[in-house]
């Protein structure tokens, strides 16, 4: 898959050209075909409807009840606009290449979203991450769910109080966004997929390669200095804060003693999976990890 995304990324940046609609539909059908995904994406619209205000711009969307991609030309413009201040960090090619990645990511980010989908709906899968999607994607999996939308029809359960627990979830969604582990596992697996493609060929794209791992490492620290003025890390804060403490509790590496708890999910997991799927690390390692970020040429300007 990484190889294919790259060919198509190369050939469209050294022709001088940026990602066009051919683009998109060739890199939607690259990562649906990999991961079989063809019963979760079934059409991709372009619009210029979705969010944009003071607070950002949203370039597009994944659907998961009508299995569409929504691209916004319009927001991914202004995106672009904002981040030509890193042109000065590369040189020619890395500069179309830097804006044609820029893109791919934030389409493989919704095809992630997508994947997750497909996680969630699967019952062999036991793993950290799954529990985690699955308790993301509660309501939308209640949503999809037959028996579920047949009970509302039939007024076992109550319109009114259906709408109301809707309301209560998306103001929800919204105040824990920076801290969902969905969000923050579309990003990092995005990123990966685009360092992964780029890798071939990053002795000839240095500065490029540098930024795009610094943009990987930024996402997998993002959330936790917020995070410890409540709890222990991203991931707990957000199960709390979501109503799902039940999630946390029924880890296996969970302990009462926070120092504890640290203790066994590090011997389980890695540095890397931890931040991956916003779990405790010490400060030591957030520490070591941030100073690094700060070499790199994306904070060099």
């Given at each position: 898959m990484e190889l294919e995304i790259l060919k198509l990324i190369y050939y469209y940046s050294v022709n001088g050209k940026l990602v066009d609609s051919k683009f998109i539909d060739k890199i939607i059908e690259i990562v649906v075909n990999k991961k079989n995904l063809d019963s979760y994406v079934r059409n991709v619209r372009f619009t210029s409807q979705l969010d944009k205000n003071d607070y950002g711009v949203t370039c597009a969307a994944?659907?998961?009840?009508?299995?569409?991609?929504?691209?916004?030309?319009?927001?991914?413009?202004?995106?672009?606009?904002?981040?030509?201040?890193?042109?000065?960090?590369?040189?020619?090619?890395?500069?179309?290449?830097?804006?044609?990645?820029?893109?791919?990511?934030?389409i493989l980010h919704e095809l992630e979203h997508a994947y997750q989908n497909?996680?969630?709906?699967?019952?062999?899968?036991?793993?950290?991450?799954?529990?985690?999607?699955?308790?993301s994607l509660f309501l939308e999996q209640a949503m999809k769910n037959p028996k579920f939308l047949a009970a509302v029809l039939k007024g076992e359960i109550i319109?009114?109080?259906?709408?109301?627990?809707?309301?209560?979830?998306?103001?929800?969604?919204?105040?824990?966004?920076?801290?969902?582990?969905?969000?923050?596992?579309?990003?990092i697996n995005s990123f990966r997929a685009i360092l992964t493609s780029i890798e071939p060929i990053k002795k000839h794209i240095p500065n490029l390669y540098e930024f795009q791992n610094?943009?990987?490492?930024?996402e997998m620290l993002r959330g936790y200095q917020d995070s410890w003025n409540e709890g222990i890390c991203p991931t707990q804060v957000y199960l709390f804060g979501t109503r799902q403490s039940k999630v946390w509790l029924d880890f296996d590496f969970y302990n009462q003693d926070s120092k504890q708890l640290i203790k066994?999910?590090?011997?389980?997991?890695?540095?890397?999976?931890?931040?991956?799927?916003?779990?405790?690390?010490?400060?030591?390692?957030?520490?070591k990890t941030h100073d690094w970020l700060q070499t790199t040429n994306k904070y060099s300007i």
């Open positions: 994944y659907s998961p009840l009508s299995m569409e991609v929504l691209i916004d030309y319009e927001s991914i413009k202004i995106v672009m606009e904002n981040r030509s201040s890193y042109d000065c960090l590369f040189h020619s090619l890395e500069q179309i290449m830097f804006r044609n990645l820029t893109i791919t990511q934030i497909k996680q969630a709906d699967s019952k062999a899968d036991s793993s950290i991450e799954v529990k985690l999607i699955k308790a319109s009114q109080d259906f709408l109301t627990y809707i309301l209560q979830n998306r103001e929800l969604y919204k105040q824990y966004y920076a801290l969902n582990p969905t969000e923050r596992l579309a990003q610094a943009s990987l490492v930024e066994t999910v590090s011997e389980q997991n890695n540095l890397a999976r931890r931040l991956s799927l916003g779990l405790p690390v010490t400060y030591e390692e957030y520490e």
